[in-house]
T-cell receptor, first 115, second 113 residues
Framework: NAGVMQNPRHLVRRRGQEARLRCSPM?????VYWYRQLPEEGLKFMVY????????ESGMPKERFSAEFPKEGPSILRIQQVVRGDSAAYFC?????????????FGPGTRLTVL | TQLLEQSPQFLSIQEGENLTVYCNSS?????LQWYRQEPGEGPVLLVT?????EVKKLKRLTFQFGDARKDSSLHITAAQPGDTGLYLC?????????????FGTGTRLLVSP
């Protein structure tokens, strides 16, 4: 039973380029969460999606960042015109339901470096 | 706004020693989770505590949720080098209609042989 998959594991971009991070949830999970971890900091919630719907994006920067979870395929976190401050580890988690005590299982993360 | 304070931030001890990590907040959480994160990997769930005052044991690890569901502690007995890692607490907020996890800044533990 494969866990949460994220790719790429490492991504290097120059300032101004676009970064696309992909997340495939665990089998049977239809709820996806994205978190960002800056160096020496804890994870910060960015966005919560269900299939084809953004439920809460309160942690997402207002500009340049977007997320989607299409009916088919992985969830995508897209960062346009990246800046050095976007360098971080981006983690995706998935859960079977959005229930109060449903566990979130984390992927291995994508480490984004902006040159 | 940082809602969860973890202490200590760093801890270096010898094998066989005991240690306690604290996770404190002014917010009430519907549950609290402890994760361990290895370098280059995502957090792995160790335990979830739900009820105020709840105590859970996982081998040499003991987790406690405060009576008011605002704080938690992780106690490790007779630490081993294999316990080395980053320990994260995460409080689950439910006021937005879904489980939003708020993470502490982590405690980096080093256990030397």
């Amino acid at each position: 039973n494969a866990g949460v998959m994220q790719n790429p594991r490492h991504l290097v971009r120059r300032r101004g380029q676009e970064a696309r991070l992909r997340c495939s949830p665990m089998k049977g999970h239809s709820h996806v969460y994205w978190y960002r971890q800056l160096p020496e900091e804890g994870l910060k919630f960015m966005v919560y999606l269900q299939k084809e719907n953004i439920i809460d994006e309160s942690g997402m920067p207002k500009e340049r960042f977007s997320a989607e979870f299409p009916k088919e395929g992985p969830s995508i976190l897209r960062i346009q015109q990246v800046v050095r401050g976007d360098s971080a580890a981006y983690f995706c988690a998935s859960s079977r339901t959005g229930a109060r005590v449903d566990e979130q299982f984390f992927g291995p993360g994508t480490r984004l470096t902006v040159l | 706004t940082q809602l969860l304070e973890q202490s200590p931030q760093f801890l270096s001890i010898q094998e066989g020693e005991n240690l306690t990590v604290y996770c404190n907040s002014s917010s009430v959480f519907s549950s609290l989770q402890w994760y361990r994160q290895e370098p280059g990997e995502g957090p792995v769930l160790l335990v979830t505590v739900v009820t105020g005052g709840e105590v859970k044991k996982l081998k040499r690890l003991t987790f406690q949720f405060g009576d008011a569901r605002k704080d938690s502690s992780l106690h490790i007995t007779a630490a081993q080098p294999g316990d080395t890692g980053l320990y994260l607490c995460a409080g689950a907020l439910w006021d937005t209609g879904f489980q939003k996890l708020v993470f502490g800044t982590g405690t980096r533990l080093l256990v030397s042989p």
